[in-house]
Structure formats: structure tokens, C-alpha cells
């Protein structure tokens, strides 16, 4: 099984509705777990950190759900620019790295 | 501006023949690391550096090389580049890993082509 794994979609979305994808990992001792997000041909930037159970950020809201080992990105009233690919991330445990899931491509349709 | 810069960021080279990619970055960073990016296997990690002086290998350090005598420089070497070395690269840097806690900021990339 991967560390880190994601639905890679496409998903393609109407502007306006909520659309939402998860991460699963693999490692049930992983403590932070972070959302990228990639536009086309342009690198990652954080777009949330995913401590605890979740975190809400206007639109956006992660959770987390250690019993079952998965991350959750949800976005609300989604927009054209949110169109990207969305990374799951999971933060360093023991040796040092961050470990990238392959990531889910998202399309909002006008 | 707070940034982490590569050069280039377009390459096309020859089989063997030595490059060097640079990156650097103006945060006084600890942490920066290497990654490559290609379809369907999404970011794996080459090298990573904890501090000056401090190297390690990532998931996939074979064919590649790196150096941290500076803390704002982290050089990507190739000593013999191959075909299968054709990707996307990214450099990135934190102030550190420390909890996991730390935002990762990116370099705009470099594509490499190996012929």
C-alpha cells in the first residue's frame, strides 16, 4: 500500500457547487498531514496544515480521521481559480520527509 | 521578497554530459530539500539537507548529487545525466521540519530534458 494515496481524478465540477476528495496513508503513527495545492506547470504552495481533527479556512475545510487513516479537503461554493491539482502531504515522522500523494486534479467548469 | 529561486529553469542536454541546477533561497532557511515530479508518481524526494554541512538521501538519490556549504545555496549535481532522469525538479525550503509544522515553499521548477 502507498504512504500517501489519492483518487487522481479528474474531477470536473460545476462552478458554484461543493466538491470534496480524500487522502488515505498508510501509517497510523503520522502526526500532520498538509493540503498543496499545483497549478499547471507551476509549483506547490500550502494551502492548509491538518493537525488535529481539522481546520477551516473560509472555503476550504480539512479534516482529519485517524481512525480510518484519511484526510479530507472540502470546498464550498467552488470558483474557476480553484481549478488545480490538489497535493496531500504528509508531514515528517522519524526520518525527516514530507511524503507527497500523487495528487487529485480538479476542474471547475463555468 | 522571500523566495526560493532555480537556474535554470529550462534545460536540454545530452546524455553524460555534466549539469549542475542551482537553488537558493533568501529566508535563512535550515531545511531545503530536492524533489522531482513526474506523471503519475507524483513528488519524490532526491536529497535533503537539514543544515550547512548536513546531506541525506531522499527516495531517489541514485544518479543525483548535492552540496550545502552555504545555508542559502543547495546545488543539484548530475554528474551523468540519463534519459530517465528527463523530469520536472523542485527545490524547496523551511525553517525546519521540527513537529512537521513548518510550511514548505517551492522554486518555480526546472524542466529537464535529457536526450
Known amino acids: 500500500r502507498k504512504e500517501v494515496e489519492q483518487d487522481p481524478g479528474p474531477f470536473n465540477v460545476p462552478e458554484g457547487a461543493t466538491v470534496a476528495f480524500n487522502c488515505t496513508y498508510s501509517n497510523s503513527a503520522s502526526q500532520s498531514f498538509f493540503w498543496y495545492r499545483q497549478d499547471c506547470r507551476k509549483e506547490p504552495k500550502l494551502l492548509m496544515s491538518?493537525?488535529?481533527s481539522g481546520n477551516e479556512d473560509g472555503r476550504f475545510t480539512a479534516q482529519l480521521n485517524r481512525a480510518s487513516q484519511y484526510i479530507s479537503l472540502l470546498i464550498r461554493d467552488s470558483k474557476l481559480s480553484d481549478s488545480a491539482t490538489y497535493l496531500c502531504v504528509r508531514g515528517p515522522f522519524g526520518n525527516e520527509k514530507l511524503t507527497f500523494g500523487t495528487g487529485t486534479r480538479l476542474t471547475i467548469i463555468p | 521578497e522571500a523566495q526560493v529561486t532555480q537556474n535554470p529553469r529550462y534545460l536540454i542536454t545530452v546524455t553524460g554530459k555534466k549539469l549542475t541546477v542551482t537553488c537558493s533561497q533568501n529566508m535563512n532557511h535550515e531545511y531545503m530539500s530536492w524533489y522531482r515530479q513526474d506523471p503519475g508518481l507524483g513528488l519524490r524526494q532526491i536529497y535533503y539537507?537539514?543544515?550547512?554541512?548536513?546531506?541525506d538521501k531522499g527516495d531517489v538519490p541514485e544518479g543525483y548529487k548535492v552540496s550545502r556549504k552555504e545555508k542559502r545555496n543547495f546545488p543539484l549535481i548530475l554528474e551523468s545525466p540519463s534519459p530517465n532522469q528527463t523530469s520536472l525538479y523542485f527545490c524547496a525550503s523551511s525553517l525546519g521540519l521540527a513537529g512537521g509544522r513548518e510550511t514548505q515553499y517551492f522554486g518555480p521548477g526546472t524542466r529537464l530534458l535529457v536526450l
Open positions: 491538518v493537525y488535529s
Open positions: 539537507s537539514m543544515n550547512v554541512e548536513v546531506t
